[in-house]
């Protein structure tokens, strides 16, 4: 008896679907348009604004020279470690690479007085100015690619510092400091001839560098004067760790414990992530950074602006003033209005510069508001004084923060 098999049709295997791509992480996307962007690519605007950025910054630290702190950090610096081959701003002293990196970023940033990209919320000069100044010099680089190189930092940082949004100033972190290790990570790393994976890698060990507390605004204290001079000293030792393949965390921003994740936590809504590579290399951020017309804080510039404004329109007479309210933007409210009894009586000139009350009383008073308004002389005006203490603040519901 025979065996008959009956053939049965098996039906194919429905087709597996392809594995969606990764999206390149944000360090990756950085590290690509930092290290390898040419410099000869980069618009002859972006390059003329870049000098006269650079410019005003080595003004400002001539400028902070003549201050009692500048010449107590150079002390305490040297002090270290001796003497080096890199310059220091203004000052007749040559320091070991990373320490001159740290003073010039004190000098650039001392008098509050530095350029500002309102977006990110951030002072990206302070940082990378000293950093491509150390680091190009160690290399020979030219001024060329010096300026390509602070091109470059700038975009990665005013990127880098909007995806928060302004919401670092609200959970007491200065993104100067914090978000500008990264950046001069990328500068110091491009100029210093990184691959793509170092680079990588430097932002990774950046990211257990970058620092900067808001606490100096409890007394006007000077700690963050130092916050873009140790950010510079940040990216400038993770670029040599990664140059000699220490190994960083390769998900330095969107990770789980990454810059946003870790120090915003609730305040951080992820979708802004896109910002920190949105139009690189097509939308030129640094364009976009506005140099300060007064020395303090960039919140209280507009009610500078207003204050001057009635006096010159107005005729405005100090002395019939009943009550002053300032229209501010509820992310600045930390920062320049609270404490309220602090804010009206700063101090000391640190204090003044973060002080809605007293910039708007000394505007008044003096009918402009300069670094002779932060003298010992002018925090002591009985007339200025009198005037903080009417001035109030309120929410304003339209404000465009941090854009404005």
Known sequence: MCAQRT?????????????????????????RFVGTFSGDAIPAAVIARAKHLVLDAVGIALASTTYDFA?????????????????????????????????????????????????????????????????????????????????????????????????????????????????????????????????????????????????????????????????????????ALAQQGFVGARRAYEGRFGLYPSHLQG?????????????????????????KPYPACHFVHACIDAALALLREQGLDPSQIDRIRALVPAEVVKTVCEPVANKRRPANSYDAQFSIPYVVAAALIRGRFTLAELEDEALGDAAILTLAERVDYEIDPHSTFPRH
């Open 7 to 31: 053939a049965r049709a098996v039906a194919p295997e429905p087709a597996q679907p392809e594995p969606a791509s990764t999206p390149p992480l944000i360090a990756e996307d950085l590290a």
């Open 267 to 291: 305040h951080f809504d992820p979708a802004n992530l896109a910002l920190a590579t949105a139009g690189l290399g097509e939308t030129w951020e640094l364009l976009q950074v506005a140099v």
């Open 71 to 239: 010449h107590r950090a150079l002390t305490a610096i040297a002090g270290l470690a001796g003497t080096g081959d890199a310059a220091v701003i203004g000052m007749p002293a040559r320091l070991p690479l990373r320490d001159a990196a740290l003073l010039n970023g004190i000098l650039i940033h001392g008098l509050d007085f530095d350029d500002t990209h309102t977006g990110g919320v951030i002072h990206a000069t302070s940082s990378l100015l000293p950093t491509v100044l150390a680091v190009g010099g160690r290399e020979h680089a030219s001024g060329r690619d010096l300026l390509a190189a602070y091109v470059l930092g700038v975009e990665a940082a005013a990127r880098l510092g909007a995806v928060a949004q302004g919401a670092f100033h609200q959970v007491g972190f200065h993104p100067t400091g914090l978000v500008g290790a990264f950046a001069c990570a990328l500068a110091a790393g491009r100029l210093m001839g990184l691959s793509e994976k170092q680079l990588v890698m430097a932002q990774g060990i950046a990211l257990s560098a970058g620092a900067g507390s808001l606490e100096f605004l409890e007394d006007g204290a000077w700690n963050k004067r130092f916050h873009p001079g140790w950010a510079a000293v940040s990216g400038i030792t993770a670029a």
